[in-house]
């Protein structure tokens, strides 16, 4: 359900076509579908802007094909994340429209325009290993109609490449910073621009990185005001909160 589906069903009920408890029967039934091993929240959209994605990690093959379908048919976009190539091979065989996005393990359906963002929403990762999470990043935002620009491999070690994207980084209305190691890129991209910064703490490095608490916690403890924190490898959890500041 979204609001052109309210919109319409306010509409017949003002014209005389529907009668209110008629009206309020099919509201209680649409706001989601059952399955059985998943119930469908098609109403999200409505209440929050974004609609209901599918986390396909733990899922079967099966199942997330069975919840891609229905969201599909329901008219909006579709995004499942952590997705495997058998998953979207179950898919496709449903949905042949659904693209599989490799690095960032994603599948995606594009039939709805989403509103547009205000501005750029750039996505910055410091190393090559930290790409899958930044790809995550940028496909759940361009689905959700932002302007993305993508910035690769830009790590403290090697500030310079991180400076010749100076331009870039202070024309984004938003930012989304992922790193793994120590985690400083964040901060350091943080103290360039005048624009919040959404920091994705990755589970890259070595031993004492202890698959991401070392990053989480040096983001978690900066000291640039404009940053905040989402947990490690959450490049969608990141990727929302941009799009609903780059709506604002």
Do not use: W
Request: aromatic share 4%.
């Amino acid at each position: 359900m979204d609001r052109i589906r309210i919109e319409a069903l306010l509409i017949e009920v003002r014209e005389g076509r529907s009668g209110v408890d008629e009206a309020l029967e099919r509201l209680r039934d649409l706001p989601f579908e059952d399955l059985g091993f998943a119930k469908v929240d098609h109403h999200r959209s409505l209440r929050t802007g974004m609609p209901e994605v599918i986390f396909a990690e733990g899922k079967t093959a099966a199942q997330v094909a069975q919840i891609f379908d229905r969201m599909a048919h329901a008219g909006g976009n579709v995004l499942a994340t952590r997705a495997s190539r058998e998953a979207f091979e179950a898919v496709h065989a449903l949905e042949p429209r659904a693209k599989y996005h490799e690095t960032a393990r994603a599948i995606t359906l594009a039939q709805a325009e989403a509103a547009p963002g205000k501005g750029t929403l750039c996505v910055v990762c410091a190393g090559t290993s930290d790409l899958p999470i930044a790809e995550e990043a940028a496909v759940t935002a361009r689905l959700m109609g932002n302007t993305v620009e993508l910035i690769a491999d830009v790590g403290v070690a090697g500030i310079h490449r991180l400076l010749a994207q100076k331009n870039s980084l202070q024309s984004a209305r938003v930012l989304v910073v992922c790193a793994g190691m120590e985690g400083a890129l964040p901060t350091v991209v943080a103290g360039l621009v005048n624009a919040p910064v959404i920091a994705v703490p990755t589970s890259v490095g070595y031993g004492a990185s202890l698959g991401g608490i070392a990053a989480l916690l040096g983001m978690l403890n900066s000291c640039s005001p404009n940053v905040s924190v989402v947990n490690i490898d959450n490049g969608f959890g990141a990727a929302c909160i941009a799009s609903l500041i780059n709506h604002i």
